[in-house]
């Protein structure tokens, strides 16, 4: 059992790394399609949760619960990853962009 939930843990780091470090369009728009999916993909288990147990059979999870608990947190853990980058990016962007201003304003003033 921890095997599998190790698996699950491990098939989802190049998703999290690929995410968290792309900023660009193409993956905004894979972004966006995993944001539209996955509260679908909740919904769907509400309608037919046999769905999820069969999905946690092929993977040897006990319940369909239990694997869309493991792809929630996954989730949230990806989504986490992926602003810290982001924020990270516009900081690095703020500071060259005041260092700029600052080059800027500092050859506009006379020197006195």
Known sequence: MIFVRLFLVILFIPT???????IGSRSKAAR????????AL?????????TWQSM???VNVDRGSDLLLYVTVLTLITYIGYNFGKFRYLEKRI???VQQLALLQSKEEPNS
């Open 32 to 39: 966006t399609l995993l944001l539209f999916l996955l509260p």
């Open 16 to 22: 999290f790394i690929v995410i968290s470090r792309s």
């Open 42 to 50: 909740v919904g769907y288990s509400v309608i037919l949760p046999e």
């Open 56 to 58: 946690a059979n092929f």
């Open 95 to 97: 500071v060259i962009l």
